[in-house]
T-cell receptor
Framework: RKEVEQDPGPFNVPEGATVAFNCTYSNSASQSFFWYRQDCRKEPKLLMSVYSSGNEDGRFTAQLNRASQYISLLIRDSKLSDSATYLCVVNDDNQGGKLIFGQGTELSVKP | EPEVTQTPSHQVTQMGQEVILRCVPISNHLYFYWYRQILGQKVEFLVSFYNNEISEKSEIFDDQFSVERPDGSNFTLKIRSTKLEDSAMYFC???????????FGPGTRLLVL
């Protein structure tokens, strides 16, 4: 079983649509959770951390369900500039531990 | 805003040659990392470095790889004898005392011919 699993997409949506990405992770002892964004041939950039209580940053909402080992990202009112690959990332050790990346979900927002 | 920098941005080398990839982490950060991403694949962890020693390494990080922090600012990844399958984007990352967020450099694209 993959450590972090995501639907690779691509998700093709019109501007203004709401789109949701899901991710599952295999290690129930995982400590921290993130969504990163990666543009083509660029470095991953942190979009947001994910907490059990859920968190929102503008049009982006992230949720964590520890019991189901499931992480989600919701993007509302999608913009052309949201087109990118969204990486689900898990850290098993908060003491400077490595990040474990999912394959990424590709999003393409069309006019 | 402080950022991680990496040089060179691109490197082309012949199989069997040594390459050194350079990174300057964010200045007050304490934990340093190398990751790689083969084209079309996921980002994979190579090695983490703290307090002047390796804290963790992956199976990929075999005897051909080494890391060094030769001074207070640079963090390098050396591949002693490159193989075709080492062709990838190599990302350096760093994080501070809180260890909450790892910040990534722009990467070095390595092509081994």
């Amino acid at each position: 079983r993959k450590e972090v699993e995501q639907d690779p997409g691509p998700f093709n949506v019109p501007e203004g649509a709401t789109v949701a990405f899901n991710c599952t992770y295999s290690n129930s002892a995982s400590q921290s959770f993130f969504w990163y964004r990666q543009d083509c041939r660029k470095e991953p950039k942190l979009l947001m951390s994910v907490y059990s209580s859920g968190n929102e940053d503008g049009r982006f909402t992230a949720q964590l369900n520890r019991a189901s080992q499931y992480i989600s990202l919701l993007i509302r009112d999608s913009k052309l500039s949201d087109s990118a690959t969204y990486l689900c990332v898990v850290n098993d050790d908060n003491q400077g531990g490595k990040l474990i990346f999912g394959q990424g979900t590709e999003l393409s927002v069309k006019p | 805003e402080p950022e991680v920098t990496q040089t060179p941005s691109h490197q082309v080398t012949q199989m069997g040659q040594e390459v050194i990839l350079r990174c300057v982490p964010i200045s007050n950060h304490l934990y340093f990392y190398w990751y790689r991403q083969i084209l079309g694949q996921k980002v994979e962890f190579l090695v983490s470095f703290y307090n002047n020693e390796i804290s963790e390494k992956s199976e990929i990080f075999d005897d051909q790889f080494s890391v060094e922090r030769p001074d207070g600012s640079n963090f390098t990844l050396k591949i002693r004898s490159t193989k075709l399958e080492d062709s990838a984007m190599y990302f350096c990352a760093s994080t501070g005392q809180s260890q909450e967020t790892q910040y990534f450099g722009p990467g070095t694209r390595l092509l081994v011919l």
